[in-house]
């Protein structure tokens, strides 16, 4: 059987069936045969497995251990997983959020969140595939017989991760601006993202799954940890891009110009901003209650904003909806401009430790250019017989 018809299949088995239990489960929870809990259970096998390919990623380029073909193997059963559970876990939600939108128990809000979401982060997937993959993958179909785990080298891989990828210190040592802002906006970002991902699992799954809802009580311990996480990450995020725009002023007209990323750092900006003034609303409309002063930004605003006696009423879902879908935006934004850099770079820069995996595909190189110019020689001489 033709090899490419095997790929097909394997690809439409691969889509088709996930996809279809993601159908089949959505059609169940909008006829409201299971809960909540089902959506944020499949969300949570998603993350662990995700997790898991990640580690085998790490493993198979950081250390020599393990068999370099089961961690492969491994990372991408464990990759396709977790973003199939993932699908299925949001059309579960969306079914279920719909139902409960129609019976009037929900605001309608959540019927929109759970599909712009994923079609969200689907673009977002393409957009990084095509960069980092795609645009790399004819030099890898050209050398991948030179490239072996026996002549990768981890203790550089891990020296760069850390250097280059985490703390920046190349940056560092070129200007401590440039390493201020950038490490501010993207840490800040991805510091910010992953707390969203655990404050999900603790807002909506533990109450779904029978645990007490923690998050309705205001002066809760652990619902004003993540408040007080979503300012200082979200401050973050805001210093560093009125880093950047301080950058932009100062860079104006010099060579340095071409490092500045003025597009990105407003729309993240207005994204940040945006978030704080939903908090301060929220605030606004439970009275700012005690301890609220833990979500600094957020009570701030909200003192600023209340001190008229204004209320603020209806504000809160227009201001709700322009940050959420403002953050989905900017999350399809990312691949689209000078932010592909963030997952371009750090990438370029790992593959470029692999000195004894260069050294190989040079002399490839060689090689196959001498070939062509020895074939080039012989065919001359041919024509001249």
Request: charged letters at 15%; one cysteine or more; aromatic letters at 16%.
């Amino acid at each position: 059987m033709d090899t490419t018809a095997v790929q097909t299949r394997k690809r439409l088995r691969r889509t088709v069936l996930p996809l279809t239990a993601g159908i089949v489960v959505f059609g169940f929870q909008l006829s409201g045969q299971f809960g909540a809990g089902l959506g944020y259970g499949l969300l949570l096998v998603s993350v662990i497995t995700l997790f898991g390919s990640l580690c085998s990623v790490l493993l198979l380029l950081l250390t020599r251990g393990f068999s370099a073909k089961a961690l492969s193997h491994s990372a991408r059963w464990l990759f396709w997983l977790g973003a199939w559970f993932y699908v299925i876990g949001v059309l579960a939600l969306s079914g279920y959020f719909i139902s409960e939108a129609l019976a009037g128990r929900v605001d309608l809000k959540w019927i929109f969140f759970g599909p712009a979401a994923i079609i969200s982060l689907i673009l977002f997937d393409i957009g990084i595939y095509r960069i980092v993959v795609q645009k790399n993958k004819p030099s890898w179909m050209r050398y991948r017989d030179v490239i072996s785990r026996e002549h990768m080298q981890p203790d550089r891989m891990r020296k760069v991760l850390m250097q280059d990828v985490v703390f920046h210190t190349k940056l560092f040592s070129q200007s401590g601006l440039r390493w201020l802002r950038h490490t501010l906006m993207l840490w800040g970002f991805v510091l910010m993202f992953a707390v969203e991902i655990f404050a999900v699992f603790v807002r909506e799954g533990f109450p779904a799954f029978g645990f007490p809802d923690i998050w309705e009580i205001s002066n809760h311990p652990v619902r004003l940890a993540f408040d007080f996480a979503f300012d200082f990450f979200g401050f973050m995020v805001l210093v560093g891009c009125l880093l950047s725009f301080l950058w932009r002023i100062r860079a104006a007209g010099t060579e340095e110009k071409k490092y500045s990323d003025t597009p990105s750092a407003v729309f993240l900006f207005f994204v940040v901003i945006s978030g704080f003034f939903v908090e301060a609303v929220r605030l606004i409309q439970d009275g700012i209650p005690p301890g609220s002063g833990i979500s600094f930004a957020g009570w701030f605003l909200a003192s600023m904003m209340s001190s008229g006696g204004a209320t603020f009423s209806g504000a809160y879902t227009p201001l709700w909806y322009f940050h959420v879908f403002g953050s989905l935006a900017f999350i399809v934004y990312v691949p689209a401009h000078r932010l592909a850099h963030s997952c371009a770079t750090p990438i370029g820069r790992l593959m470029n430790s692999q000195t004894d995996l260069l050294e190989k595909k040079r002399i490839r190189s060689i090689k196959g250019l001498m070939q062509k110019a020895n074939q080039s020689i012989i065919t001359n001489v041919e024509m001249d017989k």
